[in-house]
């Protein structure tokens, strides 16, 4: 089993920037890896992915231009790095792996989530 810890969430005021950390352990890589988001009230929706490589990236309409993902598999950590942060990005944060390789990932594994609060 893999496990996925989010951090690095919090308060920040609208146009400021946040770098979100999901740090992967257990027995297996993470391999292909997503970032999700839900706010309150409101279905989980895909924010950002990666492969396991790197080479291959995708985001979401809502959040191109403003976030980046990366990873540094040395330590098994994926990032996503927000900027130019609007109330809208305000949510609980998720990262999910995919359990074996290829494009685009599956998400077979889930973190606890991160809280992200853009203030207007």
Same mark, same amino acid.
């Given at each position: 089993?893999?496990?996925?810890? &989010?951090?690095?969430?919090?308060?920040?005021? @609208?146009?400021?920037?946040?770098?979100?950390?999901?740090?992967? %352990?257990?027995?297996?890589? %993470?391999?292909?890896?997503?970032?999700?988001?839900? @706010? #309150?009230?409101? &279905?989980? &929706?895909?924010? @950002?992915?990666?492969?396991?490589?790197?080479?291959?990236?995708?985001?979401?309409?809502?959040?191109?231009?403003?976030?980046?993902?990366?990873?540094?598999? @040395?330590?098994?950590?994926?990032?996503?790095?927000?900027? %130019?942060?609007? #109330? &809208?990005?305000?949510?609980?944060?998720?990262?999910?792996?995919?359990?074996?390789?290829?494009? #685009? #990932?599956?998400?077979?594994?889930?973190?606890?989530?991160?809280?992200?609060?853009? %203030?207007?």
């Amino acid at each position: 089993q893999v496990q996925l810890v &989010e951090s690095g969430g919090g308060l920040v005021q @609208a146009g400021g920037s946040l770098r979100l950390s999901c740090a992967a %352990s257990g027995r297996t890589g %993470s391999y292909g890896t997503g970032w999700f988001r839900q @706010a #309150p009230g409101k &279905e989980r &929706e895909f924010v @950002a992915a990666i492969s396991q490589a790197g080479g291959y990236t995708s985001y979401a309409d809502s959040v191109r231009g403003r976030f980046t993902i990366s990873r540094d598999n @040395a330590k098994n950590i994926v990032y996503l790095h927000m900027n %130019s942060l609007k #109330p &809208e990005d305000t949510a609980v944060y998720y990262c999910a792996s995919s359990r074996t390789l290829g494009w #685009p #990932p599956g998400y077979d594994y889930w973190g606890q989530g991160t809280q992200v609060t853009v %203030s207007s």
